[in-house]
């Protein structure tokens, strides 16, 4: 069986790799490794996701760590409350757009800072798979605070800044959220936004009556490109199970490959950056260097990755990453 710690998370299958003692012990070992005060925990809408989130706050509570529990929400979430409440870890229980056999684990560092395996993955996977008896260190001499539920509204006031001072269109958006965590969000915004918002696979559930919440596979396309074309929206948007990766559809249905929106966000960040540096995967390059360098930005390739995207844009000082 292989180990279901990766480049810069843990995923594996249920039950034999993401079970609820792997949960508690990979807590446990977190807590070890990283020493933190305090942690933010989050997860999916998968079937198992809250039990296996149960057992990592319950991991995190006997080591002594203080736990601010989000419930259902999506990866983003937990990135944000980790940084806006000072915490010393987040976790996220999620899928993300794996098939409905498999679950994961997602970490953040103080600040949201992304977790490499130079870090603090490779010691969290080689205690956890010791098989060694994990016990308390002087610093966990009390059991941790399970504290109040974080909510939602500071994380709407936070992507709702992003559009201050842009004149919004009353845009007709198609909202496909494939029965993942992006619609309870949607709904928070829409009273704020001059959008009309027409919502396709709305509401999160975990059984996934439409399928893997996936817009990278061809298949899972389909239903925001005709609701689009029936519609006569303006522009389709989807997103994955944890609504980390977001997946844009034309006027015409046509879904719109994510290297020429790393340009079209690009252009946006140096709106209110002017002159900063963009990062870019180098996988593909024309359009991104021309788009950031006609804007009067500087463009900087960078390791192929979200942890190494955060990282470089940490040390760059990047506007922007994509």
Avoid at 16 to 39: D, H, K, W
Avoid at 296 to 304: D, E, N, R, Y
Wanted: aromatic share 8%.
């Amino acid at each position: 069986m292989s180990s279901p710690f990766k480049a810069y998370d843990i995923r594996g299958q249920i039950p034999g790799e993401m079970n609820v003692p792997f949960a508690y012990r990979l807590a446990q070992a977190s807590a070890i490794v990283l020493g933190p005060g305090t942690a933010v925990v989050g997860h999916d809408m998968r079937r198992d996701s809250p039990a296996l989130a149960g057992a990592v706050v319950q991991g995190l509570l006997d080591m002594g760590v203080e736990v601010r529990p989000i419930g259902q929400c999506g990866t983003e979430e937990v990135y944000f409350h980790t940084a806006d409440s000072g915490a010393d870890l987040g976790m996220m229980v999620t899928a993300s757009h794996n098939p409905p056999s498999y679950n994961g684990i997602k970490m953040v560092l103080r600040d949201a800072a992304p977790v490499t395996r130079e870090n603090a993955l490779a010691a969290i996977e080689e205690l956890v798979l010791s098989g060694r008896p994990i016990e308390r260190v002087s610093r966990f001499e009390e059991r941790g605070n399970l504290g109040r539920q974080l909510g939602r509204a500071g994380y709407v006031e936070r992507l709702l800044k992003q559009v201050d001072g842009f004149d919004l269109a009353p845009l007709t958006i198609v909202c496909h959220a494939g029965n993942g965590c992006a619609g309870p969000v949607i709904d928070a915004l829409e009273p704020h936004l001059p959008f009309r918002f027409l919502k396709v696979d709305h509401d999160p559930d975990p059984e996934l009556p439409n399928g893997i919440p996936n817009p990278l596979l061809p298949e899972k396309r389909a239903r925001a490109s005709k609701a689009v074309i029936e519609s006569g929206a303006d522009i389709g948007l989807a997103w994955d199970g944890d609504f980390d990766r977001c997946f844009f559809f034309d006027h015409r249905g046509r879904f719109i490959e994510g290297y020429y929106i790393v340009g079209l966000i690009a252009q946006m960040a140096l709106r209110k950056a002017p002159g900063a540096t963009i990062l870019y995967d180098p996988r593909l390059t024309w359009n991104t260097i021309d788009v950031v360098e006609a804007a009067g930005g500087t463009a900087k390739p960078c390791k192929v990755g979200h942890a190494f995207f955060k990282q470089m844009m940490r040390e760059e000082r990047a506007a922007y990453g994509g």
